[in-house]
Protein backbone atom coordinates (compact mmCIF):
# COMPACT_ATOMS: atom_id res chain seq x y z
CA UNK A 1 0.00 0.00 0.00
CA UNK A 2 1.24 3.39 -0.82
CA UNK A 3 1.31 6.44 1.70
CA UNK A 4 1.52 10.17 1.07
CA UNK A 5 3.53 12.50 3.29
CA UNK A 6 2.96 16.48 2.29
CA UNK A 7 6.81 18.08 2.27
CA UNK A 8 8.24 21.32 2.10
CA UNK A 9 11.69 22.52 0.24
CA UNK A 10 12.90 25.45 -0.71
CA UNK A 11 13.47 26.94 -3.95
CA UNK A 12 15.66 30.07 -4.33
CA UNK A 13 14.34 31.26 -0.58
CA UNK A 14 10.59 30.09 -1.76
CA UNK A 15 9.25 27.48 0.34
CA UNK A 16 7.55 24.81 -2.41
CA UNK A 17 4.68 22.43 -1.16
CA UNK A 18 4.54 18.77 -1.98
CA UNK A 19 2.99 15.63 -1.70
CA UNK A 20 5.78 12.39 -1.58
CA UNK A 21 3.87 9.51 -2.96
CA UNK A 22 5.91 6.46 -1.34
CA UNK A 23 5.65 2.85 -2.49
CA UNK A 24 5.27 0.03 0.23
CA UNK A 25 7.90 -0.10 2.98
CA UNK A 26 11.17 -1.60 2.49
CA UNK A 27 14.77 -1.72 3.22
CA UNK A 28 16.36 -0.65 -0.42
CA UNK A 29 16.44 2.48 -1.34
CA UNK A 30 14.00 3.48 -4.51
CA UNK A 31 14.32 4.94 -7.78
CA UNK A 32 12.06 8.03 -7.92
CA UNK A 33 10.08 10.34 -10.27
CA UNK A 34 9.91 14.19 -10.06
CA UNK A 35 7.12 15.23 -11.76
CA UNK A 36 6.09 18.34 -13.73
CA UNK A 37 2.76 19.46 -15.41
CA UNK A 38 0.63 21.26 -17.48
CA UNK A 39 0.07 24.62 -17.42
CA UNK A 40 -1.85 26.53 -14.23
CA UNK A 41 -2.10 23.04 -12.70
CA UNK A 42 -1.45 21.65 -9.57
CA UNK A 43 -0.28 18.93 -7.64
CA UNK A 44 -3.50 17.19 -6.44
CA UNK A 45 -4.33 16.84 -10.38
CA UNK A 46 -1.74 15.68 -13.57
CA UNK A 47 0.65 15.33 -11.75
CA UNK A 48 -0.26 13.83 -8.24
CA UNK A 49 -2.54 11.38 -10.70
CA UNK A 50 0.72 10.05 -11.83
CA UNK A 51 2.65 10.55 -8.80
CA UNK A 52 0.09 7.78 -7.55
CA UNK A 53 0.78 5.12 -9.93
CA UNK A 54 4.23 5.59 -10.27
CA UNK A 55 4.20 4.80 -6.10
CA UNK A 56 2.63 1.78 -6.79
CA UNK A 57 4.51 0.47 -9.01
CA UNK A 58 7.66 0.74 -6.61
CA UNK A 59 9.15 4.30 -7.33
CA UNK A 60 8.95 7.39 -4.99
CA UNK A 61 7.43 9.95 -6.33
CA UNK A 62 6.92 13.69 -6.27
CA UNK A 63 3.96 16.10 -7.14
CA UNK A 64 4.51 19.13 -6.18
CA UNK A 65 3.25 22.79 -6.67
CA UNK A 66 5.53 25.16 -8.66
CA UNK A 67 6.38 28.98 -7.13
CA UNK A 68 3.29 30.95 -7.47
CA UNK A 69 0.54 28.16 -7.68
CA UNK A 70 -1.37 26.26 -5.00
CA UNK A 71 0.40 25.96 -1.42
CA UNK A 72 3.79 27.50 -3.00
CA UNK A 73 5.02 30.95 -2.14
CA UNK A 74 5.51 33.09 -4.54
CA UNK A 75 4.34 36.48 -6.12
CA UNK A 76 2.55 37.68 -8.44
CA UNK A 77 -0.01 34.47 -7.83
CA UNK A 78 -0.89 32.11 -10.99
CA UNK A 79 1.89 33.29 -12.58
CA UNK A 80 3.66 31.31 -15.07
CA UNK A 81 7.77 31.61 -14.39
CA UNK A 82 9.26 29.21 -17.41
CA UNK A 83 12.60 30.01 -15.99
CA UNK A 84 11.83 30.11 -12.33
CA UNK A 85 10.38 26.00 -12.84
CA UNK A 86 13.09 24.85 -14.24
CA UNK A 87 15.38 25.96 -11.24
CA UNK A 88 12.11 24.31 -9.26
CA UNK A 89 13.04 21.25 -10.58
CA UNK A 90 16.73 21.54 -10.10
CA UNK A 91 15.43 22.05 -6.30
CA UNK A 92 13.12 19.16 -6.55
CA UNK A 93 15.76 16.85 -7.64
CA UNK A 94 17.94 18.32 -4.41
CA UNK A 95 15.15 17.37 -2.37
CA UNK A 96 14.78 13.72 -3.55
CA UNK A 97 18.01 13.25 -3.58
CA UNK A 98 18.34 13.46 0.33
CA UNK A 99 15.72 11.41 1.58
CA UNK A 100 16.96 8.19 2.73
CA UNK A 101 14.14 6.25 0.65
CA UNK A 102 15.99 7.56 -2.62
CA UNK A 103 19.17 6.26 -4.57
CA UNK A 104 20.15 9.62 -5.65
CA UNK A 105 21.63 7.64 -8.49
CA UNK A 106 18.46 6.65 -9.72
CA UNK A 107 16.43 9.78 -10.31
CA UNK A 108 13.82 10.45 -13.02
CA UNK A 109 12.03 13.07 -14.18
CA UNK A 110 8.60 13.47 -16.11
CA UNK A 111 7.02 15.95 -17.81
CA UNK A 112 3.04 16.46 -18.96
CA UNK A 113 1.84 19.04 -21.30
CA UNK A 114 4.06 21.89 -20.40
CA UNK A 115 5.80 20.17 -17.81
CA UNK A 116 7.49 18.02 -21.30
CA UNK A 117 9.39 21.40 -21.76
CA UNK A 118 10.60 22.20 -18.55
CA UNK A 119 11.91 18.66 -18.08
CA UNK A 120 13.75 18.77 -20.68
CA UNK A 121 15.55 22.16 -20.36
CA UNK A 122 16.39 20.75 -16.79
CA UNK A 123 17.93 16.96 -18.45
CA UNK A 124 19.43 18.97 -21.02
CA UNK A 125 21.96 20.73 -18.17
CA UNK A 126 21.39 18.62 -15.08
CA UNK A 127 23.27 15.03 -15.29
CA UNK A 128 21.63 14.30 -11.72
CA UNK A 129 18.58 13.65 -13.89
CA UNK A 130 18.86 9.57 -15.29
CA UNK A 131 15.85 9.49 -17.58
CA UNK A 132 13.77 11.20 -18.75
CA UNK A 133 9.96 10.94 -19.71
CA UNK A 134 7.47 13.18 -21.71
CA UNK A 135 4.04 12.81 -22.11
CA UNK A 136 1.52 14.51 -24.35
CA UNK A 137 4.22 17.17 -23.63
CA UNK A 138 4.46 20.31 -25.62
CA UNK A 139 6.66 21.14 -28.36
CA UNK A 140 6.84 24.87 -28.12
CA UNK A 141 9.15 26.96 -29.92
CA UNK A 142 8.21 30.66 -31.11
CA UNK A 143 8.25 30.49 -34.57
CA UNK A 144 6.01 27.35 -34.64
CA UNK A 145 3.60 29.18 -32.07
CA UNK A 146 3.95 32.17 -34.51
CA UNK A 147 3.51 30.05 -37.78
CA UNK A 148 0.13 28.56 -36.29
CA UNK A 149 -1.21 31.64 -34.92
CA UNK A 150 -0.43 33.33 -38.12
CA UNK A 151 1.84 36.26 -38.50
CA UNK A 152 -0.51 38.92 -37.96
CA UNK A 153 -2.13 37.47 -35.37
CA UNK A 154 1.01 36.51 -33.73
CA UNK A 155 2.02 40.13 -33.99
CA UNK A 156 -1.50 41.27 -32.60
CA UNK A 157 -0.80 38.99 -29.73
CA UNK A 158 2.67 40.29 -28.62
CA UNK A 159 1.07 44.07 -28.85
CA UNK A 160 -1.42 42.99 -26.93
CA UNK A 161 1.08 41.93 -24.41
CA UNK A 162 3.39 44.91 -24.67
CA UNK A 163 0.32 46.98 -23.69
CA UNK A 164 -0.54 44.91 -20.65
CA UNK A 165 3.13 44.92 -19.30
CA UNK A 166 2.85 48.57 -19.78
CA UNK A 167 -0.39 49.23 -17.94
CA UNK A 168 0.98 46.96 -14.76
CA UNK A 169 4.10 49.32 -14.91
CA UNK A 170 2.54 52.53 -14.38
CA UNK A 171 -0.39 51.05 -12.40
CA UNK A 172 1.37 48.27 -10.36
CA UNK A 173 -1.43 46.56 -10.87
CA UNK A 174 -1.15 42.91 -12.16
CA UNK A 175 -3.73 41.99 -14.79
CA UNK A 176 -5.65 38.37 -14.71
CA UNK A 177 -7.00 36.05 -17.21
CA UNK A 178 -9.41 32.64 -17.27
CA UNK A 179 -6.48 30.11 -17.03
CA UNK A 180 -9.31 28.25 -19.47
CA UNK A 181 -12.62 29.63 -21.16
CA UNK A 182 -14.11 26.86 -23.13
CA UNK A 183 -14.95 30.36 -25.86
CA UNK A 184 -12.23 30.77 -26.17
CA UNK A 185 -9.72 33.75 -26.16
CA UNK A 186 -8.54 35.29 -23.33
CA UNK A 187 -7.48 32.58 -21.57
CA UNK A 188 -4.44 30.89 -20.58
CA UNK A 189 -5.68 27.57 -22.24
CA UNK A 190 -8.68 28.48 -24.07
CA UNK A 191 -11.08 26.43 -25.94
CA UNK A 192 -13.83 23.38 -24.63
CA UNK A 193 -11.12 20.69 -23.97
CA UNK A 194 -9.27 22.38 -21.63
CA UNK A 195 -12.12 23.60 -20.27
CA UNK A 196 -13.49 19.86 -19.59
CA UNK A 197 -10.53 18.74 -17.58
CA UNK A 198 -9.93 22.28 -15.38
CA UNK A 199 -13.61 23.74 -15.47
CA UNK A 200 -15.62 20.70 -14.79
CA UNK A 201 -15.61 18.12 -11.55
CA UNK A 202 -13.27 16.45 -13.22
CA UNK A 203 -10.47 18.03 -12.22
CA UNK A 204 -11.76 20.19 -9.74
CA UNK A 205 -9.19 21.07 -6.96
CA UNK A 206 -9.64 23.36 -3.63
CA UNK A 207 -5.86 24.52 -4.63
CA UNK A 208 -6.73 25.50 -8.30
CA UNK A 209 -7.96 28.33 -9.58
CA UNK A 210 -9.31 29.70 -12.82
CA UNK A 211 -6.98 31.99 -13.49
CA UNK A 212 -3.82 33.39 -14.33
CA UNK A 213 -1.56 36.53 -14.78
CA UNK A 214 -2.29 37.71 -18.82
CA UNK A 215 1.59 37.86 -19.23
CA UNK A 216 1.66 34.29 -18.57
CA UNK A 217 0.29 33.62 -21.78
CA UNK A 218 3.53 35.34 -22.90
CA UNK A 219 5.63 33.07 -21.25
CA UNK A 220 3.87 29.81 -23.17
CA UNK A 221 3.94 31.82 -26.82
CA UNK A 222 7.80 31.97 -26.53
CA UNK A 223 9.08 28.87 -24.62
CA UNK A 224 11.44 26.72 -26.73
CA UNK A 225 12.28 23.16 -26.31
CA UNK A 226 14.04 22.80 -29.79
CA UNK A 227 17.37 24.18 -28.77
CA UNK A 228 17.79 21.96 -25.79
CA UNK A 229 16.06 18.21 -27.15
CA UNK A 230 19.94 17.54 -28.56
CA UNK A 231 21.36 18.34 -25.42
CA UNK A 232 19.88 15.43 -23.27
CA UNK A 233 21.79 12.57 -22.70
CA UNK A 234 19.79 10.73 -20.51
CA UNK A 235 17.58 8.63 -21.64
CA UNK A 236 14.66 9.48 -23.25
CA UNK A 237 11.14 7.93 -23.59
CA UNK A 238 8.22 10.14 -25.45
CA UNK A 239 4.66 9.39 -24.85
CA UNK A 240 1.62 10.89 -27.38
CA UNK A 241 -1.30 10.56 -28.58
CA UNK A 242 -1.95 9.67 -32.38
CA UNK A 243 -5.21 11.57 -32.18
CA UNK A 244 -3.96 14.57 -29.98
CA UNK A 245 -5.68 17.87 -31.45
CA UNK A 246 -4.01 20.29 -29.08
CA UNK A 247 -0.37 18.94 -29.90
CA UNK A 248 -0.33 17.13 -33.16
CA UNK A 249 1.49 13.86 -33.00
CA UNK A 250 3.95 15.13 -35.62
CA UNK A 251 5.29 17.87 -33.12
CA UNK A 252 6.32 14.45 -31.30
CA UNK A 253 7.44 12.78 -33.75
CA UNK A 254 9.78 15.46 -34.91
CA UNK A 255 10.77 16.16 -30.74
CA UNK A 256 11.58 12.05 -31.20
CA UNK A 257 13.84 12.57 -34.65
CA UNK A 258 15.73 15.69 -33.12
CA UNK A 259 16.34 14.43 -29.70
CA UNK A 260 19.94 11.82 -29.41
CA UNK A 261 20.19 8.14 -28.25
CA UNK A 262 18.87 6.71 -26.26
CA UNK A 263 15.17 6.84 -26.98
CA UNK A 264 12.10 5.12 -27.71
CA UNK A 265 8.50 6.34 -28.74
CA UNK A 266 5.32 4.91 -27.76
CA UNK A 267 2.25 6.21 -29.69
CA UNK A 268 -1.47 6.09 -27.82
CA UNK A 269 -4.57 5.65 -29.98
CA UNK A 270 -6.06 8.74 -28.35
CA UNK A 271 -8.79 10.96 -29.59
CA UNK A 272 -7.95 13.81 -27.42
CA UNK A 273 -5.15 15.19 -25.90
CA UNK A 274 -6.65 15.69 -22.26
CA UNK A 275 -7.04 11.76 -21.96
CA UNK A 276 -3.43 11.17 -21.19
CA UNK A 277 -4.25 13.56 -17.68
CA UNK A 278 -6.62 11.31 -16.11
CA UNK A 279 -8.07 8.36 -18.61
CA UNK A 280 -6.35 5.37 -17.38
CA UNK A 281 -6.87 3.96 -20.65
CA UNK A 282 -4.15 5.63 -21.60
CA UNK A 283 -2.09 6.78 -18.17
CA UNK A 284 -1.81 3.15 -17.61
CA UNK A 285 -0.09 2.26 -20.57
CA UNK A 286 1.73 5.26 -20.11
CA UNK A 287 2.56 4.66 -16.91
CA UNK A 288 3.38 0.73 -17.50
CA UNK A 289 6.22 2.21 -20.57
CA UNK A 290 7.62 4.59 -18.24
CA UNK A 291 8.51 2.17 -15.52
CA UNK A 292 9.74 -0.11 -17.81
CA UNK A 293 11.60 2.57 -19.19
CA UNK A 294 12.85 3.88 -16.48
CA UNK A 295 13.78 0.36 -14.74
CA UNK A 296 15.87 -0.52 -17.31
CA UNK A 297 17.84 2.92 -17.76
CA UNK A 298 18.08 3.50 -14.18
CA UNK A 299 19.56 0.11 -14.10
CA UNK A 300 22.00 0.89 -16.83
CA UNK A 301 22.94 4.38 -15.26
CA UNK A 302 24.83 2.56 -12.24
CA UNK A 303 27.07 0.78 -14.60
CA UNK A 304 30.05 2.30 -15.31
CA UNK A 305 30.88 1.16 -18.53
CA UNK A 306 27.33 2.47 -19.38
CA UNK A 307 26.96 3.88 -23.02
CA UNK A 308 24.41 5.95 -24.61
CA UNK A 309 23.11 3.26 -26.56
CA UNK A 310 19.98 0.52 -26.04
CA UNK A 311 19.54 -3.09 -26.69
CA UNK A 312 15.91 -2.39 -26.00
CA UNK A 313 14.97 -1.17 -30.16
CA UNK A 314 15.64 2.36 -29.14
CA UNK A 315 13.91 3.85 -32.35
CA UNK A 316 10.45 1.71 -31.36
CA UNK A 317 7.46 3.29 -32.13
CA UNK A 318 4.31 1.38 -30.56
CA UNK A 319 0.68 1.97 -31.37
CA UNK A 320 -1.04 0.37 -28.46
Known amino acids: MTAVEKIEFSSDGYRLVGNL ?29 YAERFAARGYVALAFDHRNWGDSEGQPRQHEDATAKVSDLRAAIGFLAARPEVDPERIALAGVCLGGIY ?35 FAAL ?46 ATPGWENRCTALSVLQELTLDV ?11 LIVHGSGDRAIPVADAEAAFA ?21 DDTYVLPAIDRAVSFFDRSLDRSLDPVFAPAFDASPHRSDRS
Open 158 to 203: TAEFARIAQRQSDTGEVEYWPAVNPEGMPAGNPGPEPYAYYGTERG
Open 258 to 278: AAPEPKELLLLDTSDHIGLYD
Open 119 to 153: ATQLAAFDPRVKAVALIAAAYNNPELIRDRFGTEN
Open 21 to 49: HLPEPGTEQRGAVVLTGPFSGVKEQVTGY
Open 226 to 236: DAFLPLVTAPL
